[in-house]
């Protein structure tokens, strides 16, 4: 058994590596710049027993995603898990967008699923999963999130074509969208704001707390294993019912 994640090493890329971490296990951790961060993740899941390969690649771009598999054919000759947490996250209104830079955070954020799927789909065995994470930016507007959720939208879109296509060969994509959880990309949408609204999405939330790792990853070893074989091309919602009334 082996798991891939894009934009691994911080965030909720790393609470999923924490949660599909075990002794032996290959867990292949993709970041873009932050090579501190990136160590300190390898040096935590090497702690729970798995074994580490870091990929530094552009987990936006076709090139960046065939740098990452083949760093990840080098540790595995199979991956039972796909997770696709890279985001750019470039904070703007759609209006006052600077259209290039709009253009690639599009690219990052709502095409490049399909980068990820095309590079990793001949060391998918039948039964293996894709996770894309989005959120709930996708489907109402969010201040400064047109970038990102424009993307989200997008990387939805071609995960039910991409579930279509892929059920023939016994592999499953489904998106995971957890509530919303403090990250740098949280905070370079939000600044200092973050704290405040994060107490308000935990006070807010009719189960009474902000969503936790715990949350996202037990869902997800749900949709990776055998007995969730029949769901796929899902967007499902993790947010103890926070996106279910006004």
């Known amino acids: 058994m082996s798991i891939l994640i894009t934009g691994g090493t911080k965030g909720i890329g790393l609470e999923i590596a924490r949660g599909f971490a075990a002794p032996g296990k290959p867990v292949i951790l993709n970041y873009h710049g932050d090579d501190a961060a990136a160590e300190a993740a390898r040096a935590e899941i090497e702690g729970l027993g798995a074994t580490v390969t870091l990929v530094k690649a552009d987990a936006g771009t076709p090139e960046g995603c065939a740098q990452i598999v083949a760093a990840a054919r080098q540790a ?13 996250a470039y904070a703007t209104p759609a209006l006052s967008a600077d259209p290039h830079r709009f253009a690639q955070a599009a690219v990052t954020n709502g095409v490049s699923i399909l980068f990820l799927v095309q590079a990793t789909l001949d060391l998918m065995p039948r039964g293996s999963t894709v996770f894309f994470l989005t959120s ?111």
């Not at 595995?76 to 750019?88: F, G, I, M, S, Y």
């Not at 189960?207 to 969730?228: N, Q």
């Open 136 to 246: 709930r930016g996708g489907r109402i507007v969010v201040e400064n999130y047109a970038a990102i959720g424009a993307g989200k939208a997008m990387s939805e879109c071609l995960v039910r074509y991409l579930a279509t296509e892929l059920a023939p060969k016994g592999i499953r994509v489904n998106c995971i969208a957890p509530s919303i959880v403090e990250t740098d990309a949280v905070r370079a949408l939000f600044g200092d704001k973050v704290p405040a609204l994060m107490q308000h999405s935990a006070e807010s939330n009719p189960s009474g707390r902000a969503v936790e790792g715990r949350d996202y990853t037990a869902l997800m070893k749900f949709l990776a294993s055998p007995e969730a074989e029949f769901v796929t091309g899902q967007v499902i919602f993790v947010n103890g019912g926070a996106n279910l009334s006004a």
């Open 76 to 88: 595995t000759d199979r991956l039972d898990q796909v997770v696709h947490c890279a985001v750019d």
